[in-house]
């Protein structure tokens, strides 16, 4: 099992789900792509994770302006258009009968098979390879409720010139390396630094503390833009709460009132530990903290609003 935010309730229903790949659905345990895929190969690709709402895949336009983007970014054709691809994720949540909340959607898009193992774009073969992968996942309520740990590692967030972090790539290794740090030091998840020291992100989520009643979270310049991250942002605006997007270091992080992470499949998770220090409350003190709490409730409350507004078919 996952730790941290990804933490999940296991559903039995999962074993028996369809999974489309380019376009046909198959059972689990026949859901294949080829070892000479690109995403397996080199993790050349893209990919978004998908949270569905009262049947509502919500946030999608702006899941697959992101996806598209960075497809175009490293000079891939998708393949199909937004419109088709938004109806063939539709089709696999109807296929499989998933027309409630509690279902998180993997969307992956790589370049295509290749003629041989090899780094060269030219050598591929076929089309994009597009796999829609939907499960039963809800994130643990004690995960949400009672928060999670976070370990400052030593691996940073690169500079764009080296790998931009912007782009939501299959090559994860540098946020895996990270991860598996923080698990050795015994926390759930990583906080990463930029290459100047200052707060970046962590290895799976976007970071926030709470200062005197304002939202704090990075200066964006070293992290993906995402799409929790930026509707918390706003919503935090929108109510009223001052939202800042700047530099700010570890000192500030360990004297922070509050801090929580952001993340399409959990939302808005409350962090209680950093570096073994406990953050904004005692341990008898209840959590989530007021501010987190209150994000919480806005943004749960916004995502029904989205789902109503349906399917945009």
């Given at each position: ?96 009968d998933m027309a409630k909340d509690g279902v998180h959607i993997r969307l992956m898009v790589t370049r295509g098979v290749k ?154 998770v409350p962090v209680h530990t950093i570096d073994g220090r406990s953050i904004g409350w005692e341990e008898e003190q209840q ?15 916004y995502l029904h609003s989205e789902a109503a507004k349906g399917r945009g078919l």
């Open positions: 099992m996952a730790k941290g935010t990804h933490d999940y309730v296991d559903d039995p229903r999962n074993q028996s789900i369809l999974i489309n790949v380019n376009g046909e659905l198959f059972p689990r345990d026949e859901a294949k792509v080829s070892v000479f895929d690109s995403g397996f190969i080199l993790g050349d690709g893209v990919w978004e994770g998908l949270r569905v709402h009262n049947g509502i895949i919500v946030l999608l336009d702006e899941h697959l302006q992101r996806l598209y983007a960075g497809a175009k970014a490293i000079d891939m054709d998708v393949g199909i258009k937004r419109d088709e691809l938004k109806q063939r994720l539709y089709e696999t949540l109807d296929r499989n003629a041989t193992p090899y780094q060269d774009p030219r050598v591929t073969i076929s089309d994009a390879t597009i796999v829609i992968v939907p499960e039963y996942k809800n994130p643990l309520p004690e995960t949400v409720n009672k928060g999670i740990s976070l370990f400052t590692v030593h691996v940073r967030r690169g500079d764009p010139a080296v790998q931009d972090q912007k782009l939501n790539s299959h090559s994860k290794l540098n946020c895996i390396t990270a991860c598996i740090q923080a698990a050795k030091a015994g926390a759930d998840e990583a906080l990463m630094l930029d290459p100047h020291g200052f707060v970046a992100t962590c290895n799976s989520t976007h970071f926030f503390i709470v200062k005197d009643g304002e939202l704090w979270t990075s200066s964006g310049d070293y992290c993906l833009g995402g799409i929790t991250r930026g509707t918390v942002l706003k919503l935090a605006r929108e109510n009223g709460i001052v939202a800042r997007e700047k530099n700010f270091s570890l000192t500030d992080v360990y004297g922070a009132d509050e801090a929580f992470v952001t993340g399409t499949f959990a939302g808005l959590m989530p903290g007021k501010m987190v709490k209150q994000m919480q409730e806005i943004y749960k409350k």
